[in-house]
């Protein structure tokens, strides 16, 4: 990168418009607005959550072309092992940008005494995956984008299981027939949260996030629909869930958040039910697509997935650097 030409430093608030579009150009897939980003990037800068913002612009306009970050994991909390990510607005790719921000991170990363740094590449973009092996990341997962056609899944041939759990004293429900202002149900859709969330495979440590921080982020959310946030029950605990979020920038397209059951209550198939539910939900509600995030490590996750019809898609490489001396 020519410093004469640009500039590195911190990342201001008022970049923030600037980014949603950097994103919206690399990864029009999912894009974000600035509303949106606005609210995650303050849940992710909640204590004790670590993060670290930097901005590359252009001298000559004041244009900010490219953002970098470090930032811890809100469920797999470790101060000593972070991720980066690094975004370049596609007009100023091929001028070593991308590189000097990678660059930037790990050094700020050992600065900071960090022992494990992650991060990622799609396998489309070769680039950046030059980077990771140059800068010697071991491969330690696969992740990709599913993406489901709601017209031409094949819920006819999923049972509806409502009668079966019925039989087992589990009633289907959602959190907007609970009540999603009422504090027990937040609890208790909290409580399982937590528990559903304790054996997701993973890079690290499970660490659960805060009441708090899983209120604002999927109870209060802007893309939060509490009539597509679907529950289980048994009496009055929360044993499954699985919730559908909307994209300001997609009306057309809902993404599939958080699917998980309580370990007690697994085997039972009614993980698979809450998601028949949510594509039934979609395609009355005249949505066009589904999109999701699935990883190499989570193939029972997958596998229910697969059987709903997702298609994968978008695949990206996550690597660990060792920065222990």
Not at 259 to 264: I, K, L, M, S, V
């Amino acid at each position: 990168m020519d410093r004469t030409c640009f500039l590195l430093r911190p990342f201001r608030d008022d970049d923030v418009e600037a980014f949603a579009r950097i994103g919206s150009l690399q990864f029009p897939e999912t894009p974000r607005t600035a509303d949106e980003i606005r609210h995650y990037r303050e849940l992710l800068g909640l204590p004790p959550q670590i993060r670290y913002e930097v901005a590359v612009e252009e001298r000559s306009s004041g244009r900010m072309v490219a953002e970098g970050e470090l930032g811890s994991s809100p469920h797999s909390f470790d101060p000593k092992r972070l991720w980066a990510y690094v975004t370049v607005d596609p007009e100023f790719e091929r001028l070593g940008i991308g590189r000097a921000l990678g660059d930037h991170l790990v050094h700020e990363a050992r600065r900071r005494e960090v022992r494990f740094l992650m991060a990622g590449a799609r396998l489309n973009h070769p680039r950046a995956l030059r980077f990771l092996q140059r800068s010697g990341f071991v491969e330690k997962r696969r992740t990709w984008r599913s993406v489901l056609e709601v017209a031409s899944a094949p819920l006819e041939s999923i049972p509806n299981r409502t009668d079966d759990l019925a039989r087992e004293d589990i009633e289907l429900t959602t959190l907007a027939e609970e009540g999603a202002d009422r504090p027990e149900v937040r609890d208790g859709v909290y409580r399982l949260s937590v528990e559903a969330s304790r054996d997701v495979p993973r890079v690290g440590v499970y660490t659960p996030v805060s009441r708090a921080s899983f209120v604002a982020a999927h109870l209060e959310g802007p893309g939060v629909l509490p009539d597509a946030f679907f529950l289980a029950k048994c009496g009055h605990e929360y044993l499954g869930l699985s919730n559908l979020e909307k994209l300001a920038a997609l009306p057309a397209t809902l993404i599939q958040a958080f699917t998980g059951t309580h370990p007690a209550w697994r085997r039972r198939g009614i993980a698979l039910e809450l998601k028949r539910r949510g594509v039934a939900y979609a395609r009355r509600q005249g949505f066009k697509s589904i999109q999701t995030f699935n990883d190499s490590l989570n193939e029972p996750m997958w596998s229910i997935n697969r059987r709903l019809g997702y298609q994968r898609q978008n695949e990206w490489l996550e690597g660990e650097l060792s920065l222990v001396p």
